[in-house]
């Protein structure tokens, strides 16, 4: 009879698996930030995050200014429908806020009727709109040829020559990237805190010398590990796929669906990493204490290392999201996790910065596999006051 | 016949030495009794024997073989520090354990099913153990030590905290996995629980193994007491028996210490020659007198009065 050591594991992990899963705790927290990111999905696509054309009501005298209006609107990359209405009738609909604007007048300047005031955008193509016609009156009062004018002010334009073109970062894509900041940094610290609470509760309700008379100590934190990190894994890929799901199917995302993918799987292989490196580092020093109130204070110097990568990416990132120093940041194992991930969804991240954040993060984890290992093995049964790093390193 | 061994032992905690060359066997089939003084050894003897910890030197053998881990899912353990997880339930708890020693889930099922059945707790399997009493979560930790069929037993201290229906439970359950061929070995302080349970008794002092027998022989070498009340007889009437010496008197009752071997008939026919006998009681010492004996060192000369007189006073009142 020879016991398969991974069978213990299994065992482990399960148990940690159904006890999370059922955790009331948990299952809010999940469902509270599907929840809210699906809300802010639907909010930013009701919102105009697609522009609404506007219809603009011209009248039989004022209808030779709708060809131009549309082209100067269009300039601004704003969207103006226009429909010829009889001029009473199309106060009404203005009043009733079936157009945004009337164009009155004998079109000769630009003369509109609203319903409480001019849309700012709008109101910015119609400015364009009143230039052009001032100009193309001057040009004509002055024997000019209108139209060679505005084909000569078409076509000028500035040549550049750029050296290094920088990464265009669209709004969208720093948004995104926020986000997923946010929720690695949530799923990071729930779950490594379930590590290192699941690891004192064992040492402080005595139980862990119970299950240590059946399996040895690695079994045990590598259960535990493994159990917390499926769970983690199973809510990073629904909150995430919940999100990017309802945010194409609003409207919200404009990114394709290849890219909001690939958004999902970097956020996923990076809590995986991410998980590993802290939830080992966490059940080594939570093994030090025997008490839950004690937790905090000694699992706070490995949490540093998550709230820093964290809260520099989060007030740095979005307006700058090419910086330098978090560039650097985001390639030592113990920021990237958080900071990583964030400018990988901002894009711009140069592949070979991409892999050494995930080949130095990887490389990290079997080093801590034997040294957590260690420090857990030798403390995990001493009981009662905290345990010194060095005396669990090398115990007397 | 199948024994444990724990062979000469040493453990050292810093500059305290738990054990010093601990050592004692507990045969298939009895019920060991470990008693000693707090701190005197018995929990880390128990723990390297369930491979908790490790000792310095020694070793613990079952059936000749060093105990490694396959051997050791076979124990059932009841550690010192009662341990359970506080927010699972009764049945998940232990059928997890039962898994965790290698039962297959059916199987863990049942045995869940027989021992909280047996124990008294069937009807709290969906209860957190939190919920329940400290004596019925002591028998979800027995439930605990028994729930994988273990083919060795090693309890600390089983017995604090139960109630004397919970002692008369657990003491049925004992004896019965004794009887099955399981050497069950479990520590004490409560010693006549142990003299009336246990097969045989070690009894430990400073890490070392003072004693170890049988009740019957660990008194052997110490004199029993007898215990004579005979009325308006001379002061001085045993001294007419060879080796007999006194140790007290109160009133017309003697109480005679008797040499080993020696016959109290005769002690009994020269107190019928010196007048009426009212009290003729032999008396051997119980448990509690050789443990006071030996843990308190064993300084003073055998039959020092100071420590076992009263008791002695006592049960000869009684008998």
Known sequence: MNPNPWKAVGLVANREISTRLRNKAFIVTTLATVVILAALAILVSLLGGKDKPFTVGVTSSTSALATPLEASAKSLDIKVDTRTVDESAGRDQVAAGKLSALLVGDGSTVHVVVHKSLDQKLGNALHVLAGNLALQQQVTSLGGDPAAVRAAIASASVTTDVITPPHKYNAENLVIGIIAGILIYMSLMLNGQAVAQGVVEEKSSRVVELLLAAVRPWQLMAGKVAGIGVVGLIQMVVVGGVGVAVGLATGALSISASAAAGTVIWLVVWFLLGFLMYALAFAAVAALVSRQEDVNGVVAPVLMFVIVGYVLGVSILPSDPGNGTLAVMSMIPTFAPTLMPMRLAMGGVPAWQALIAVVGTAAMIPLLVWASGRIYRNAVMRSGARIKLRDAWSPV | ?319
């Open chain 2, 1 to 319: 016949m199948d024994r444990l061994e724990i062979d000469h032992l040493t453990k050292r905690f810093g500059d305290v030495v738990a054990l010093d060359d601990m050592a004692f066997e507990a045969y298939a089939g009895e019920i060991f009794g470990f008693v000693g003084a707090n701190g005197a050894g018995k929990t880390t003897t128990m723990r390297i024997a369930l491979g908790v910890l490790a000792a310095d030197r020694g070793e613990v053998r079952w059936a000749g073989k060093p105990l490694d881990e396959t051997v050791r899912r076979l124990i059932g353990y009841m550690p010192e520090e009662r341990g359970l997880y506080p927010r699972m339930k009764v049945g998940e708890q232990l059928i997890y354990l039962a898994r965790l020693h290698g039962l297959s889930a059916p199987a863990a099922a049942a045995a869940v099913d027989e021992w909280t059945e047996r124990l008294g707790v069937a009807g709290r399997r969906n209860d957190e153990v939190q919920k329940l009493s400290l004596g019925n979560q002591q028998r979800v930790q027995l439930a605990a030590a028994l729930i994988h069929d273990p083919q060795i037993l090693v309890l600390d201290e089983p017995f604090s905290g139960l109630d004397p229906v919970a002692v008369d439970v657990m003491s049925g359950v004992l004896r019965d996995k004794a009887d099955a061929g399981v050497p069950v070995v479990f520590s004490s302080h409560q010693l006549d629980l142990v003299e009336r349970l246990c097969d045989r008794v070690g009894i430990v002092r400073a890490g070392r193994m003072a004693a170890c027998g049988t009740i019957d022989e660990l008194r052997s070498g110490s004199t029993d007491t007898l215990v004579v009340e005979v009325a308006h007889a001379p002061a001085d009437w045993w001294r007419t028996v060879p080796g007999v010496s006194l140790v007290s008197t109160e009133g017309d009752r003697a109480l005679l210490s008797l040499p080993d071997g020696a016959d109290d008939q005769t002690v009994l026919r020269a107190a019928l020659a010196a007048g009426p006998v009212r009290e003729f009681s032999r008396h051997r010492p119980p448990l509690t007198d050789l443990f006071r004996h030996l843990v308190t060192g064993g300084a003073e000369p055998d039959g020092g009065p100071s420590e076992s007189e009263p008791a002695i006073n006592r049960q000869g009142v009684s008998a």
